[in-house]
Every structure is written in structure tokens, then in C-alpha cells.
């Protein structure tokens, strides 16, 4: 009886139990859920644990609140193909000055042979407005190639900051004992040790202004390129024949122009030493003397 009595205790409280479950069950289901027909997938991220929901703008600020600490050198290069490069590179300055950059490097070629030539530079742009500058530059052409390459510098800039922070309170502090020394050999090595101190701390405010300018600043190499043209290698009916015939004929005596005009001091040079050297040997040949006319011998007389 006593084994029956607890089994019957047990049966009561488990039925207890279950109802309480499907009554928290039921009292949930009031609730708004990411499965429920009335909420797409995309707004799921933007739901809190307890339903309530989170504006965009928050979660858009926390993500880059977390990213300001981030501190991300940007470099790369692009290649544009454009009808006239010179043209598209002064284009290409008064879009990167616009957009706060600057120009570090530039250089051209001249059209030559077909070729409308080219240009690269250098540019300098804020990291800020870097995909929005890109966006403008795509219009000067079509887009052959474009490079990306960033890096993450943080853990230098802040490792650079703590030690300036140091150094500085160092010298700080050796200044203060300076003002209060009274010994000479106290005061040298405290000048020696600020000056130590004073160069390490001005070589590393130059490491850090350079990571700042190389993070502010992203770097990329901007070539423009021209297509080249070059006349069809064969001819494809007779008239085409008659031209490229015409156009081997002119260039085959514009090469031998030009292989002339290289000859013609050489071989007026060789033609002025002949000349001289002829006119010597015959007045030489004009002074010498005559040898006398040999006589012939008497021959006996034959019967």
C-alpha cells in the first residue's frame, strides 16, 4: 500500500508538471518568433531575446563603434582603358583633387606608332570617399584590372601609443628632477637621459604620424591605357592588296631614305679620302723621272 501510495504521488505531480509546460507553452506563443509568418528572415537580426525590436541605426552604430578602433592601410591599382590617355589623366587629377586626395606621382607617353600612349599616377585618397572616387574613375573608360589590398595596422599604432605615452611621462619626470638638481654630475646624466629619451620619443611620433597618414590616405596606382591599332597584317580583297602593296612600296623606299641619310656622311668622308688620295699619287707619279729608251743591240748581218 505505502509502494502504491507514492507511485499514485508521483503520477500527480508529473501530471502537474506537464500542465504548467504547456500553459508557459501557450502563454509564449503570444510572442513574436523569427519562424513566425509575420516576420521575414532579414528582420530576424534586428530582434531582441524578449521580442521587442532593435532600429537599424543602432545596430549600424554599435558596428561602427566597434570598427573606429580599427586602423587599416588601403593600397592597390587599377587599370583603365581610355581613348586619350593624357586627356583621361588631367581628368583623373580634378576628380582625386575633388575628393580631398592628391597626386604623389605622375607620368605620360606620348602617342607613337598607332599607340595613343599612356599614363600612370600615383594618387592619394581619403579612405573615407576611396569606393566612391573608384565609382568615378570606372567612368573614364572601360575597367581592365583592379587590385585591393588592405592591412591591418592596429596592433602597431596602439603598441606606438603606449610607448609615446611613456616616454612622455619619462621625460616628464626627468624634467621635473632636473629643475630640483643641484649637482653637476646629477645634471649631465639627467641631460643625457632626456636627450636619449627625447630622440627615441620624436622617432616613434614619426612612425605614428606615418601610419596615420598611410591609414587616412590610401595609395593606388592608376594606369591608362590606350588600345593599340595596327594595320590588318593581310589583305582581304584586291583593293586592300593594291593598298598594302602601295604602303610596302613607299615604306620600302622610306627605309632606303633613311638608310641613306645615315650613309651620306660615311660615304662622303670615304669619297673626299679617295679623291685626295688619287690626286697624291698621280702628281707623284708625274714628278718622278723617266727612265732612258733602251738601244737595240746590232744584230750581224745575215748572208
Do not use: H
Not at 501510495?5 to 505531480?13: C, Q, R
Not at 566597434?66 to 583603365?80: E, N
Amino acid at each position: 500500500m505505502r509502494r502504491i501510495l507514492i507511485f499514485s504521488t508521483a503520477a500527480v505531480w508529473v501530471t502537474l508538471a506537464l500542465a504548467g509546460c504547456s500553459a508557459s507553452s501557450g502563454a509564449s506563443s503570444d510572442s513574436p518568433a523569427i519562424d513566425s509568418p509575420g516576420i521575414t528572415t532579414e528582420q530576424a537580426p534586428f530582434l531582441s531575446r524578449d521580442g521587442g525590436e532593435l532600429t537599424g541605426g543602432d545596430s549600424i552604430a554599435a558596428d561602427s563603434t566597434a570598427d573606429s578602433g580599427r586602423q587599416v592601410i588601403v593600397t592597390g591599382y587599377v587599370t583603365i582603358t581610355v581613348d586619350k590617355p593624357v586627356d583621361a589623366a588631367a581628368d583623373a587629377v580634378r576628380i582625386v583633387e575633388q575628393s580631398g586626395g592628391r597626386v604623389d606621382g605622375r607620368s605620360e607617353t606620348a602617342p607613337v606608332n598607332g599607340n595613343d600612349g599612356s599614363a600612370t599616377l600615383t594618387i592619394r585618397v581619403p579612405s573615407d570617399t576611396l569606393t566612391a572616387t573608384l565609382d568615378k574613375l570606372r567612368k573614364l573608360g572601360a575597367v581592365q584590372e583592379v587590385s585591393l589590398n588592405s592591412a591591418d595596422v592596429t596592433m602597431e599604432t596602439q603598441d606606438l601609443d603606449a610607448r609615446i605615452t611613456a616616454l612622455s611621462a619619462s621625460v616628464d619626470r626627468l624634467l621635473t628632477l632636473l629643475s630640483t638638481a643641484a649637482d653637476t654630475e646629477n645634471l649631465i646624466t639627467l641631460e643625457t637621459a632626456i636627450s636619449d629619451r627625447q630622440a627615441q620619443l620624436e622617432s616613434l611620433e614619426s612612425q605614428r604620424r606615418y601610419l596615420a597618414d598611410q591609414v587616412s590616405l590610401s595609395t593606388v596606382t592608376l594606369n591608362l591605357v590606350s588600345d593599340f591599332t595596327a594595320p590588318p597584317l593581310q589583305p582581304d580583297n584586291f583593293f586592300d592588296g593594291i593598298t598594302a602593296g602601295w604602303a610596302s612600296f613607299i615604306a620600302f623606299f622610306a627605309g632606303l631614305l633613311v638608310v641613306f641619310g645615315v650613309l651620306l656622311p660615311w660615304l662622303t668622308f670615304i669619297g673626299i679620302t679617295a679623291l685626295v688620295v688619287v690626286v697624291i699619287l698621280r702628281r707623284r707619279s708625274a714628278r718622278a723621272p723617266r727612265p732612258a729608251a733602251e738601244q737595240p743591240a746590232n744584230t750581224p748581218a745575215t748572208d
